[in-house]
């Protein structure tokens, strides 16, 4: 199984700051990394798929970056509702797993 | 609009079982592969199953594998998912996604306690 370790646990910011989450993974994924929002009682959405591309109706502030095993997810300025739990998952095989998650709160 | 819709969750004893199911809208089921994830109170996602768009390629984790079967119909639109041999540590909301996981349901709750 490919273990996901998303860092930092808690994230605290303010909106307007730049927010950067990491991902690493225990063997490389390729680029079959893809990343989710959740917020309270609400269903995960996918913001970005296949490392860097953004899923549809995700905003430009919201990117994505790495291959092999080390991931990073950017919110360029940060807004209101991007305060949420953040997932990592990889789907280099059939066998998918989630990292941790990273909850990014306001400051 | 694309849609999923869960159902079936409910308050079971450990041990029973309990089936659920996940109706598609707005797309046809048989040309997509699906999943299920869930969510136990206050933790992350877990990737329980998944089937593929014909039915011919299915893969568990390992918490529930031997345990649950995920099947569907694709006449009906609909993704199942049998769970056997119930525990406490089932207990979450379970969620059907599409096969990129771009569209998911609001999840159905099932809790496991005797």
């Known amino acids: 199984e490919i273990v996901l370790t998303q860092s930092p646990v808690t994230l605290s910011l303010s909106p307007g700051e730049r927010a950067t989450l990491s991902c690493r993974a225990s063997?490389?994924?390729?680029?079959?990394l893809a990343w989710y929002q959740q917020k309270p009682g609400q269903a995960p959405r996918l913001l970005i798929y296949?490392?860097?591309n953004r899923a549809t109706g995700i905003p430009a502030r919201f990117s994505g970056s790495g291959s092999g095993t080390d991931f990073t997810l950017t919110i360029s300025s940060l807004e209101p509702e991007d305060f949420a739990v953040y997932y990592c998952?990889?789907?280099?095989?059939?066998?998918?797993?989630f990292g941790q998650g990273t909850r990014l709160e306001i400051k | 609009q694309v849609q999923l819709v869960e159902s079936g969750g409910g308050v079971v004893q450990p041990g029973t079982s309990l089936r659920l199911s996940c109706a598609a809208s707005?797309?046809?089921?048989?040309?997509?592969?699906m999943h299920w994830v869930r969510q136990a109170p206050g933790k992350g996602l877990e990737w329980v199953a998944v089937?593929?768009?014909?039915?011919?390629?299915?893969y568990y984790g390992d918490s529930v594998r031997g345990r649950f079967t995920i099947s569907r119909d694709n006449s009906k639109n609909t993704l199942y998912l049998q769970m056997n041999s119930l525990r406490a540590e089932d207990t979450a909301v379970y969620y059907c996604?599409?096969?990129?996981?771009?569209?998911w349901g609001k999840g159905t709750t099932v809790t496991v306690s005797s």
């Open positions: 996604a599409k096969d990129a996981m771009d569209v």
């Open positions: 707005g797309f046809t089921l048989s040309s997509n592969g």
């Open positions: 089937i593929s768009y014909d039915g011919s390629d299915i």
């Open positions: 063997q490389s994924v390729s680029r079959y």
């Open positions: 296949d490392a860097s």
């Open positions: 998952q990889q789907r280099s095989n059939w066998l998918i797993t």
